[in-house]
């Protein structure tokens, strides 16, 4: 990816498409200095890397008045956990870079001068290792039947590490739909015999999950999404990401 200028910078917290209501996204990640220093160092600090994690910080123009709002949005997850997802300044269309964990809504500020426009700021710190993956599903494709997504050769799982997967339901229309998301592997990218590797919980509702596999080594190289929708007249928008990490 060349230099490029913030224009397009995707956020999806929870079940919320932060998109229109946010102008700056920061993403962190650092692992803890550990000193090792000892009489063997020669004289110079040694050092060992400690525990690890992330935060992403964003601000933008406050809203309230429905569950698509920042304000009311922000108060039903403020101390709660969920899946966030930034893009790396793309649309959020499949294959598009990603990063995203598991975070606690930690602070929310809002409101500000007379005269300007209502601020909003706010911070989610991670319970989950930050992962750097691939969008997985675009936020503006409606479903309204059983599908898959698009393959991503997203490579192998060793053993020891994971297959992560977060998901976010963004809006839900229809009698009493439902949307039961699953990550699949194969050998290759024809998916001819996928193997679920792992499944989200049903949803009703706007909202997010995030889901891991066990750290046994999988030696698929190829990943998608698919997903079930029952009900009468559903449809569901979502977007959706997968990384090894």
């Not at 598991?102 to 809002?110: P, Q, S």
Request: aromatic share 8%.
């Amino acid at each position: 990816m060349p230099k490029t200028v913030l224009k397009n910078v995707r956020c999806f917290a929870v079940g919320l498409d932060l998109t229109s209501h946010s102008n700056k996204v920061e993403l962190s990640a650092e692992v803890e200095e550990k000193p090792t220093t000892n009489y063997g160092s020669d004289g110079w600090s040694e050092v060992v890397g400690g525990l690890a994690s992330s935060s992403i910080a964003g601000e933008g123009q406050w809203e309230a008045g429905d569950d698509t709002a920042v304000d009311d949005a922000t108060w039903a997850q403020l101390g709660g956990v969920g899946p966030w997802s930034v893009s790396a300044n793309n649309s959020a269309a499949v294959g598009g870079l990603c990063y995203f964990t598991r975070a606690m809504r930690a602070d929310y500020t809002l409101l500000g001068t007379v005269g300007d426009v209502a601020p909003w700021v706010s911070t989610a710190k991670s319970s989950w290792p930050l992962v750097r993956g691939q969008f997985a599903h675009p936020p503006g494709t409606a479903r309204s039947a059983d599908g898959s997504g698009s393959g991503l050769e997203l490579g192998a799982v060793p053993a020891g590490r994971r297959l992560y997967a977060a998901l976010h339901v963004l809006s839900v229309a229809g009698t009493t739909p439902s949307l039961t998301a699953r990550v699949e592997s194969s050998a290759d990218d024809t998916f001819a015999e996928p193997s679920v590797r792992a499944t989200f919980d049903a949803a009703a509702a706007a909202g997010g999950q995030i889901v891991r596999t066990d750290g046994s080594a999988i030696a698929d190289t190829w990943w998608r999404l698919a997903w079930t929708v029952t009900g009468t007249t559903p449809s569901f928008l979502f977007a959706a990401a997968l990384g090894i990490g």
